[in-house]
């Protein structure tokens, strides 16, 4: 079983709303999290990254927020663009381990 | 500066073929990292080089697979001989430093493997 699970899978969204995608990791002793966006055919691109003691962290119109106890994190678009059509994967590090785990994404798609 | 490059970005071969993937990391990242995605599933961990040396192999699937790094530049990925189950796409990530948890992993665009 996959130790970070992501929801939804994808979603589709008018541009200029908001959308929140949701990322539930097993990953312990946990390290960091880390947001990543892959645009297609691309490679993935760090986004955010937070560490136990962070709950929150903002790159421009996307924020990420981490509940270490409950063990979720969430990462919010606002105002979205076409360009923010993208994968955005969930990847979490083991304390100690340079191995990252990966969601298998939220497939997000903006339209006119 | 450039960033983490894959050739090729496609590749379709039959089984039994063999395959070599390359991978240049960015500039005087001693670490580089290969990763694979098969069709519907999450990006999992192949292997970790430092600079020449093989760090931690435990990802690779089996012995059809063979990683290399002379030098410490560049690094080869050959499936030989290819199966139907090694299609996916194949990341190579460099960072900087020990290699650790913290690092930011830079993603290359990856290879498409397609194996007929």
């Known amino acids: 079983k996959n130790q970070v699970e992501q929801s939804p899978q994808s979603l589709i969204i008018l541009e200029g709303k908001n959308c929140t995608l949701q990322?539930?990791?097993?990953?312990?002793?946990?390290?960091?999290l880390r947001w990543y966006k892959q645009d297609t055919g691309r490679g993935p691109v760090s986004l955010t990254i937070m560490t136990f003691s962070e709950n929150t962290k903002s790159n421009g119109r996307y924020t990420a927020t981490l509940d270490a106890d409950t063990k979720q994190s969430s990462l919010h678009i606002t105002a979205s663009q076409l360009s923010d059509s993208a994968s955005y994967i969930c990847v979490v590090s083991d304390y100690g381990d340079y191995k990252l785990s990966f969601g298998a994404g939220t497939t997000v798609t903006v339209r006119a | 500066e450039a960033g983490v490059t894959q050739f090729p970005s496609h590749s379709v071969i039959e089984k039994g073929q063999t395959v070599t993937l390359r991978c240049d990391p960015i500039s005087g990242h001693d670490n580089l990292y290969w990763y694979r995605r098969v069709m519907g599933k999450e990006i999992k961990f192949l292997l970790h080089f430092v600079k020449e040396s093989k760090q931690d192999e435990s990802g690779m699937p089996n012995n059809r697979f063979l990683a290399e790094r002379t030098g410490g530049t560049y690094s080869t990925l050959k499936v030989q001989p290819a199966e139907l189950e090694d299609s996916g796409v194949y990341f190579c990530?460099?960072?900087?430093?020990?290699?650790?948890?913290?690092?930011?992993?830079?993603f290359g665009p990856g290879t498409r493997l397609l194996v007929l």
């Open positions: 990322c539930n990791y097993t990953v312990s002793p946990f390290s960091n």
């Open positions: 990530a460099s960072s900087q430093g020990s290699g650790g948890f913290e690092e930011t992993q830079y």
